[in-house]
């Protein structure tokens, strides 16, 4: 279920296959001035409260992802579809999951093309409401934002200045080519990790080797890419990373961040290595509200 100040965005663009949309809270200034907005994906015209697991099992992988991630997914297509599946079942038994439908796939609605930063996470939140499809990141209406964002905020302010954020809304940094990416799309809610092993490592794995080999513009080598691993779990994807540049520290939760996550300044040497590649920065900042 969407949060009240979550929406639906959909525009198109100029072509005539160009369709493009992005899910989650959107503000009235962007409903108005997004009109030339680069492909990315367009949902059926359903409304968004309605759309379901079962649906999202039933639908074309085009119409689940951007285009060409549905191309770097088509090999482990019947183990999405498996894993959709078994949701629409947890579903129908009355088991919550998350996140919401609408935000199950959220992190492959940009395009693959565009990745320039890969951050890997674990499985979502599992408390309701926070889940939002993108690793570490909650809804912009959450209070209070969860510990293990809130620690990213510390690090990110002590590595380059950047004031933390009330909101946990990371939309900025995804829309700049960060792909934040959990290895598992889904969680019971109240249970976590209780989807592992229903088929989510297969498609994650493939989308990640996916970022890691894509050529460069010039033919020769692996176009640029900076991945950061925070954890034992994150760290498990580095031989499916072929020669990218990787940033690896502790994890954020309560629990590890004073063993090795504060003071590796992550933000800071991710820019550094993306302008080393000739593939400008990220900015960092987030906006003070959502």
Same mark, same amino acid.
């Given at each position: ?11 198109? $663009? *100029?072509?005539?296959? *160009? ?13 108005? /001035?997004? /009109? ?21 099992? =039933? ?5 689940? +992802? ?18 959709? %599946? ?30 320039? +930063? ?14 939002? $499809? ?8 959450? =209070? ?16 380059? !200045? ?5 909101? !946990?809304? &990371? ?30 490592? /297969?498609? %994650? ?15 020769? !080598?692996?176009?640029? &890419? ?7 779990? *994150?760290?498990?994807?580095?031989? &499916?990373?072929?020669?990218? *540049? ?9 629990? /590890? ?11 800071? =040497?991710?820019?550094?290595? &993306?302008?080393?590649?000739?593939? $400008?920065? +990220? ?8």
């Amino acid at each position: 279920m969407l949060r009240p100040n979550d929406g639906v965005v959909i525009w198109r $663009g *100029a072509g005539a296959d *160009a369709v493009c949309g992005r899910m989650g809270a959107v503000s009235n200034s962007e409903l108005h /001035s997004e /009109s030339d907005s680069d492909a990315l994906f367009e949902l059926e015209p359903v409304a968004a409260d309605d759309l379901s697991f079962a649906d999202l099992a =039933r639908r074309p992988l085009s119409e689940l +992802v951007a285009p060409d991630w549905a191309e770097a997914l088509a090999p482990v297509e019947a183990q999405l579809r498996e894993a959709l %599946t078994f949701l629409a079942g947890e579903a129908a038994a009355g088991h919550g999951v998350l996140p919401a439908p609408p935000n199950l796939l959220r992190a492959f609605r940009q395009p693959l093309a565009g990745v320039r +930063v890969l951050v890997v996470g674990q499985d979502p939140y599992p408390t309701p409401g926070h889940a939002v $499809g993108l690793s570490f990141a909650v809804d912009g209406a959450t =209070r209070p934002i969860p510990r293990s964002l809130a620690n990213i905020y510390k690090e990110l302010q002590a590595d380059l !200045g950047v004031p933390p954020r009330v909101h !946990g809304d &990371l939309s900025r940094w995804a829309e700049q080519g960060v792909l934040l990416l959990n290895r598992v799309l889904s969680v019971r809610a109240g249970a976590a990790g209780s989807h592992r092993n229903k088929g989510w490592e /297969s498609v %994650t794995a493939t989308a990640i080797r996916a970022v890691a080999d894509r050529p460069s513009a010039s033919g020769t !080598g692996h176009a640029p &890419l900076v991945v950061i691993l925070w954890g034992k779990d *994150a760290e498990s994807v580095r031989p &499916l990373l072929g020669s990218a *540049a990787v940033i690896a520290s502790a994890h954020p939760s309560p629990l /590890s961040a004073s063993r090795g996550f504060f003071g590796s300044r992550p933000f800071s =040497r991710a820019n550094a290595l &993306l302008q080393e590649q000739g593939n $400008g920065t +990220v900015d960092w900042e987030l906006p003070p509200l959502p």
